[in-house]
């Protein structure tokens, strides 16, 4: 596990609304709390697992991170600098030292290039070499994804799911970031090749250094590749714990469950026990005071439905945002 | 555009056997307009002695009512109407390709003002409009051209927009955007290439309807102007003789017919093609 | 227990411009009254082809070539048209991956719910809604009689998706083919599906088709487990053989790839390297080999099922009695 101190991006109090119009004349506009106040930080060469359910806003988060979207409020810290409110010349350089692995291969590789056009992208719009340097560094870096130099000249469509998501990982690599931003890299592809990616991430982590933003709802994967994890639910990040601290002491209601619904593949393990957890996520328009899992939660309290607890550190390195 | 959606024009070719002939009757007015200048008279030169007569060895489409050869002339026209048709295209397909990749990619206050512009031309009746420019600016073919090219670029943009919207969500997009890369790159190099099929065929149904307008104005006497001619003009000058010599209203009639109709059958056959769900079996 | 369905020897291709992709190649199983069998692999194993094939729903340009589906002893596949439709969503019901579009957006989730029961069940317009509402409820739907005449757009994900269990069973239907039911919910709108699946299942005896590619999900619901790869049965067996004895290597790989949950340690993934065959030219023989840590010359040919034990079969030529006997003498060697 990581235990070196330096931080590489540090998230405060990130805020990212969506206005969705407004409901009528005269009244005020609806907006959509996707990202709610949310805090943490990555240390250098760390993993942190970013996980919840769909609509909890984890990749709104990974995305305003990397300033896909416009920040509502809050400042992210990336290496002593912060990005949040950066306008796009400002933010060039830190364009190169954070890059982003997208979830479905299909979409996230422009099907009129080549490889090679693909892989040189990045390089190009950062100035990286000569022709020459960069197409050796296309050949390089398919090797190290596991794919040949005659690929280099193919086109997306004649790749597999799997060999795809090398390639954005080779098109990431390709200009030296220092941190990924892998939005759900594997939810889209076959047990057998979640494996091999996850694998080759590991490795390239251990080879370069590099720091993952690890997004996925997949928890057994999470677990396995991040040093760190966060749990959000509608907006909030409710716990956050070293990976196996979290799978082993649970200590938000919601972590509960969520585990408790994976289904393990062994026939002899308990049945799902889903006696927890009620009822649907509830519309995240809605506006809450409390805590917003106390609709679902079996152990609510008056308290719970009336303030908004904040994140407590239960042991070391745990924080969670629970009353009880 | 990559080489599996040619593939898919080239097998949308072989189904669809209308495609084929319209191709092939494009190539020859294609090829006849390029190489009028072989015609074996002067589409201009007057032979008084020589008017309106029928169709023969000699003047194989007959002679017009100045006495003057009308296959010439009809080769002449076609290259009027043709290069009219084909740089409208380009004036609309270049103007709407911009508004319409500009207003969808960034969206917001910029989308809402192009659009809505977009909006108060498509609202006045266009033919009009060209009339009353058509008065004001110095007649001639390029004056043609631009007119037309910049009164029927909307639609092109409504359609890029649409299909922008839809393209700049996806993750190459998305990708190129976290990577840095700028705007106007971003569009040239991602969007619009993704759209191009779509592109393609709108602008080859807008060949189809720019000849028709030039054919419209020309035929109102507005368009091409003597000693010129376009097919519409031809038809223009028809008119006073439609019951002595029928054949000068209908060979420039048959012509626009058949270029409109193959210019719309081709667009359909690359709209097949390049969506490959629709019609397929 | 008797046979509900028998499936012999499916064909199923798909003729493409590049040329027949044999999709389902030679796919034979029963299911017996009460059962719950999941069909497990990956995408493009067939697995999903094959439920559609069964009821007749296969598309042009796809074709079931070859191949018997017995329900009741009779066979599907010369069925007509109208015969089908009498069958379908009445004796054998069908749910979706996507819960999203399974349901018609237009019309009123009980309008949709009593047209199907009225199809099939000869009721009256009251004696229909008083059903679909019971079945509402049965589901764990809150407060039917309200829900009934909403649209689906105001049914979250989980809540469409026990609507589609809600309409499949409505005619108590025998067989309830699921194909990927869960795979577009959230893992704890999962869990509870799969729950409620489960007690259906107890309190109606329906016998249940599970296609999905989640070994998790097959293990906490099935009975007996068949796995496919690349158009074929790679291996069958009770969930206790798969997960306990896999014999092929296909299965054994499968669950290595799945990151365990073991205190405090952390194992590299064991991955299957490669990609599964194109089955535009599908090789003759075995589809697994070029991925197989245990290819061998004998794998070009095609293996025959091999049985390790009762209700347990294999297409794979380790398990042959030659290889069998080669495996003990080497362990008798190594002792």
Same mark, same amino acid.
């Given at each position: ?21 407004? +409901? ?83 979409? +996230? ?82 047990? +057998? ?101 106390? +609709? ?29 | ?19 084929? %002939? ?24 007057? %032979? ?152 393609? %065929? ?35 000058? =028809? ?5 002595? =010599? ?26 097949? =093609?390049?969506?490959?769900? %629709?019609?397929?079996? | ?114 047209? /199907? ?45 026990? /609507? ?53 999900? /097959? ?19 009770? /969930? ?96």
């Amino acid at each position: 596990m990581s235990t070196k101190n330096e931080v590489l991006l540090d998230v405060r109090n990130l805020k990212k609304y969506f206005p969705t119009g407004s +409901s009528g004349f005269g009244r005020e506009k609806k907006v959509l709390k996707a990202v709610d106040d949310i805090s943490f930080h990555i240390h250098k060469g760390e993993t942190f697992g970013l996980v919840g359910e769909s609509g909890c806003g984890k990749s709104t988060t990974g995305r305003s991170i990397v300033r896909l979207h416009e920040v509502t409020d809050g400042e992210v810290w990336f290496d002593g600098v912060n990005v949040a409110q950066m306008n796009e010349k400002g933010l060039k350089p830190f364009r190169k030292r954070m890059q982003t692995i997208f979830q479905d291969p299909y979409s +996230s590789l422009n099907p009129s290039m080549n490889v090679a056009q693909l892989i040189r992208e990045p390089m190009e719009i950062h100035g990286f070499g000569s022709k020459k340097d960069q197409h050796d560094r296309v050949l390089e870096l398919l090797e190290k994804v596991g794919l040949k130099p005659e690929h280099v000249d193919r086109y997306p469509h004649e790749f597999s799911g799997g060999q795809r998501q090398r390639i954005s990982i080779a098109r990431a690599l390709s200009v030296n970031p220092e941190f990924i931003l892998c939005d759900e890299p594997i939810s889209a592809l076959d047990v +057998s090749v979640q494996a091999q990616v996850v694998n080759m991430l590991e490795d390239l982590q251990g080879e370069f250094g590099l720091t993952y933003l690890f997004i996925a709802h997949d928890l057994s994967m999470v677990r396995h590749i991040s040093n760190r994890i966060g749990v959000m639910y509608l907006g909030k990040l409710v716990e956050i714990a070293p990976s196996d601290e979290l799978y082993t002491h649970p200590a938000h209601p919601y972590t509960q469950a969520l585990l408790s619904a994976i289904p393990i593949p062994d026939p002899k393990a308990a049945a799902l026990d889903t006696g927890m957890l009620k009822g649907d996520l509830p519309s995240p328009m809605a506006e809450m005071n409390g805590c917003k899992f106390s +609709s679902r939660c079996p152990f609510a309290t008056e308290q719970c439905r009336q303030e908004q607890p904040e994140m407590k550190e239960i042991s070391p390195g745990h924080f969670v945002a629970c009353h009880l | 555009m990559n080489r599996m959606r040619w593939r898919n024009v080239k097998t949308q070719f072989k189904e669809q056997k209308m495609g084929i %002939v319209a191709l092939i009757v494009l190539g020859i007015f294609i090829i006849a307009a390029v190489f009028a200048f072989l015609a074996p008279h002067d589409p201009n030169k007057i %032979v008084v002695t020589e008017r309106l007569l029928p169709p023969s060895a000699a003047h194989w489409f007959g002679t017009d009512d100045n006495g003057r050869d009308y296959f010439a002339r009809a080769l002449y026209g076609g290259r009027v109407s043709l290069s009219v048709g084909f740089f409208a295209m380009i004036v609309a397909v270049v103007v709407g390709t911009t508004v319409g990749a500009v207003s969808g990619y960034f969206g917001g206050a910029m989308d809402n003002i192009l659009m809505r512009f977009v909006d108060v031309l498509m609202s006045i009746p266009s033919f009009f409009l060209m009339l009353i420019l058509n008065a004001y600016l110095k007649p001639g073919i390029s004056t043609i051209v631009i007119i037309i090219g910049l009164l029927s670029w909307m639609s092109i943009a409504r359609i890029v927009r649409a299909e922008t919207l839809s393209v700049k969500e996806r993750e190459y997009v998305l990708y190129a955007r976290v990577s840095g890369q700028s705007n106007f790159k971003i569009i040239t190099k991602h969007i619009v290439p993704s759209i191009l099929p779509t592109i393609i %065929v709108s602008a080859t149904i807008n060949i189809a309807s720019a000849i028709l307008m030039e054919s419209s104005l020309s035929f109102l006497g507005l368009g091409i102007q003597q000693p010129n001619s376009s097919w519409g003009s031809m038809l223009n000058n =028809a008119q006073g003789y439609i019951g002595d =010599a029928p054949y000068m209203a209908l060979f420039p009639g048959i012509f626009i017919l058949v270029t409109v109709l193959s210019f719309n059958f081709l667009g359909d056959v690359f709209r097949v =093609a390049f969506e490959p769900k %629709v019609n397929r079996r | 227990m008797t046979e509900l369905l028998s499936v012999q020897n499916l064909k199923t291709s798909f003729m493409t411009r590049e040329g027949e992709v044999e999709s389902v190649r030679g796919v034979s199983f029963d299911i017996q009254q009460g059962e719950v069998v999941g069909i497990v692999g990956e995408s493009g194993s067939g697995k999903s082809i094959t439920a559609k094939s069964l009821l007749g729903l296969i598309q042009p340009p796809g074709v079931i070539k070859e191949g018997k589906v017995l329900f009741h002893g009779q066979d599907l596949r010369q069925m007509t048209e109208p015969q089908l439709r009498a069958i379908r969503g009445n004796q054998i019901a069908m749910i979706f991956q996507d819960p999203m579009t399974s349901l018609n957006p237009v019309i009123r989730v009980g309008a949709q719910m009593i047209e /199907v029961l009225r199809r099939h069940q000869k009721l009256d317009k009251a004696g229909a809604r008083q059903r679909a509402i019971e079945m509402l409820r049965e589901v764990g739907i809150p407060s039917p009689e309200q829900r009934i005449d909403q649209y689906p757009h105001e049914f979250s994900g989980g809540m469409r998706q026990r /609507v589609m269990i809600a309409m499949a069973l409505s005619c108590k239907p025998e067989l309830l083919i699921a194909d990927e039911p869960t795979t577009a919910l959230d893992v704890t709108i999962q869990a509870q599906i799969l729950n409620l699946m489960k007690q259906l299942r107890d309190a109606t005896n329906t016998s249940i088709l599970l296609i999905t590619h989640d070994l998790g999900v /097959v293990a906490q619901v099935c009975t007996r487990v068949i796995v496919m790869y690349g158009g074929m049965i790679m291996e069958e067996g009770t /969930v206790e053989d798969i997960f306990e004895r896999p014999s092929h290597p296909y299965t054994q790989g499968l669950l290595r790839s799945i990151p365990r949950v073991k205190e405090g340690q952390r194992e590299r993934l064991v991955s299957i390297e490669g990609t599964p065959p194109n089955l535009l030219h599908p090789p003759t023989g075995c589809p697994f080999m070029e991925r197989c840590p245990h290819a061998m010359d004998k794998c070009r040919e095609m293996p025959p099922y091999f049985v390790p034990e009762e209700g347990h079969r294999s297409l794979c030529w380790l398990l042959s009695s030659d290889m069998q006997q080669q495996k003990r003498e080497q362990e008798g060697d190594e002792q």
